[in-house]
């Protein structure tokens, strides 16, 4: 099992010096993978959660790969309803010939129905928007022309290329922990990507559910691969109410454990509370550094 972090690309104290930062600590300190957060229209429930500046992901990562040289960058999550499949798949694949291979395209619904609606697009539809877009996101980065009769993007003959580095396509992490979402990381993901989960929640009903479904669909169960809180404290918390990664060290400790031996390919450890909380990146990373060392 191989430990990443959420890369902090948000906030009053965020620079492109401090982005870099982070990249560099990842690298150095041994994390496989760093990645980042998305969103487009900064409205007033977003912003209340993730202050201004925000910078947007698929730059960011485009500009980290030029500075790093082994570590996994990818969108935790790139919000897919928001942005033309073509124009995804395009950016996709061309972040990884950029970086040699080391784009991973996380991506779920969002929550925000006012961002939504700044975007103009139908929050009531980002289900039926998202497989559509993921199977021509797909379709883009194994086919040399395509077309979509799809309702919410159609086109004909599109020519694409470059295609990504990897074969048969980068990695796509599909997020979400709905019923429809466990369905559409089986039929489109190369990983199941929850967030935040709560203990008993994954081992019981969610990894139950993923491979029902995979089952059903007569497919290998897609990687579990989620990202998880990296929030000690001082006392224990109540297993039915904390997320994954939060407690004391030796709760965090367990909650390694027990995901290694779900069968968890990577795990993406996120420091980022609420902007109340929010630390300097010097004591994120040597918080990350403590739960790092935890790892079975």
């Not at 104290?13 to 600590?25: H, S």
Request: aromatic share 8%; glycine share 8%.
């Amino acid at each position: 099992m191989k430990l990443g972090l959420n890369l902090l690309n948000y906030g009053p104290e965020t620079t492109p010096a401090v982005l870099l930062d982070w990249a560099r600590f990842a690298e150095q300190s041994g994390f496989a993978i760093a990645m980042i957060s998305d969103h487009i229209a900064m409205t007033p429930e977003v912003q209340a959660l993730y202050p201004v500046p925000f910078y947007d992901p698929f730059a960011t990562i485009g500009w980290l790969a030029g500075h790093t040289e082994r570590l996994l960058l990818g969108t935790s999550v790139a919000i897919l309803p928001y942005r033309h499949p073509l124009h995804t798949a395009r950016v996709g694949a061309n972040i990884d010939q950029f970086s040699g291979g080391r784009f991973v395209l996380g991506v779920g619904t969002g929550w925000s129905q006012e961002e939504y609606a700044a975007l103009g697009v139908p929050f009531i539809r980002r289900g039926a928007i998202m497989d559509e877009y993921l199977a021509a996101i797909v379709q883009a980065w194994t086919t040399d022309i395509v077309s979509s009769d799809g309702p919410h993007a159609p086109y004909q003959e599109i020519h694409t290329g470059p295609r990504p580095a990897r074969r048969p396509h980068a990695p796509i992490w599909v997020g979400g922990a709905s019923r429809a979402a466990i369905r559409r990381a089986v039929r489109y993901g190369d990983a199941w990507h929850p967030i935040n989960p709560h203990p008993q929640w994954l081992q019981d009903k969610g990894i139950p559910a993923l491979r029902a479904a995979a089952a059903e669909a007569g497919v290998d169960a897609p990687a579990l691969c989620p990202r998880i809180r990296a929030h000690p404290t001082a006392t224990a918390l109540p297993d039915d109410s904390r997320v994954l990664g939060e407690g004391t060290l030796d709760q965090i400790r367990a909650d390694l454990a027990g995901l290694a031996e779900m069968g968890a390919e990577y795990v993406v450890l996120d420091t980022y509370i609420s902007p109340d909380l929010r630390r300097p990146a010097e004591e994120d990373w040597r918080i990350l550094e403590t739960v790092a060392a935890l790892l079975p």
